[in-house]
């Protein structure tokens, strides 16, 4: 019997998570790539978690962390394999029938039409049709996991959306207050742990000794690993003002969404064929 296509998904954060679950439940092998020190805030629900803790398991699919030697092996025991690869050397050694660039960079960072015979990108920063065959759009809204196939995905527009991917009453400003940013550049110390219940004013951690401080209440949803070093202004953590802790260890709507997204084009290239399909525009 033949092997299931082996699929290359490059981050392993929330949004690449959501996107590993949905394919390897769908009968794909998955192999992620993260950073020595990941950025993921949602870490119960995000597989980098496997950098830090050996394996970790999200709804019931667990990721390893490995050597690539070890890959095939972790592969056959029917997990997924995590190779720490900041620069997708792994591209440069073995061959994979998808490409799945899920980093949320906002930019495209190297990755090339040509690296695998269906590559598929999300969010801003690429365009199908010149970086990769599709992209999966991730701006909430009713294009939300919408695959294109000719263009971009809409712009970055900086900014935050509220749960669940609805518009909601939640005015620009209020969003921004739940999410947690560095005051400066330095390493990040964390005081509260992820699920705290959280007051407006609350400390949760420090960067060189400047407060981080939540700008809302709410249940703390997210944080960094404490000890990673951080730039001014880059995400730390945010706040769920739901108080739902359901939140806390399932993947989220948009992920969820955007994973459905990358599936629909993963059938729909490898059974048309990523290099014939017509690219009239948007599905």
């Not at 690449?16 to 394919?23: N, T, V």
């Not at 990721?63 to 070890?70: D, G, I, L, M, Y």
Request: hydrophobic share 40%.
């Amino acid at each position: 019997m033949a092997e299931s296509p082996l699929v290359l998904v490059k981050g392993a954060g929330d949004f690449a998570s959501g996107i590993i679950h949905r394919l390897h439940r769908a009968g794909f092998r998955l192999v992620a790539t993260e950073l020595p020190l990941p950025m993921a805030v949602r870490r119960r629900v995000a597989f980098s978690e496997a950098v830090h803790e050996g394996r970790w398991t999200v709804e019931g699919v667990t990721a390893v962390r490995c050597p690539t030697e070890q890959i095939d092996r972790v592969l056959r025991e029917g997990n997924v394999a995590l190779v720490v690869d900041s620069a997708t050397e792994i591209l440069r050694t073995r061959k994979f029938d998808v490409s799945v660039d899920a980093r949320m960079a906002k930019r495209n960072l190297g990755t090339l039409k040509q690296e695998a015979p269906v590559v598929i990108a999300i969010g801003p920063g690429f365009a199908a049709g010149r970086d990769c065959h599709a992209v999966v759009e991730t701006l909430a809204g009713a294009g939300l996991g919408r695959v294109i196939l000719d263009g971009p995905a809409a712009a970055d527009t900086g900014r935050p959306c509220p749960l669940g991917g609805d518009a909601g009453p939640c005015s620009p400003e209020y969003l921004h207050s739940l999410v947690v940013r560095a005051p400066r550049v330095g390493t990040f110390r964390m005081v509260k742990e992820i699920g705290s219940d959280v007051k407006s004013g609350d400390i949760l951690g420090n960067v060189d000794g400047a407060e981080v401080r939540a700008g809302g209440d709410g249940i703390l949803r997210g944080i960094i690993h404490d000890g990673t070093p951080v730039r001014e202004n880059e995400k730390l953590g945010d706040i769920d003002p739901s108080m739902d802790r359901a939140h806390l260890d399932h993947i989220s709507e948009k992920s969820r969404a955007i994973a459905g997204g990358v599936l629909e084009a993963v059938l729909m290239l490898r059974t048309s064929g990523a290099n014939t399909i017509k690219t009239e525009g948007r599905t």
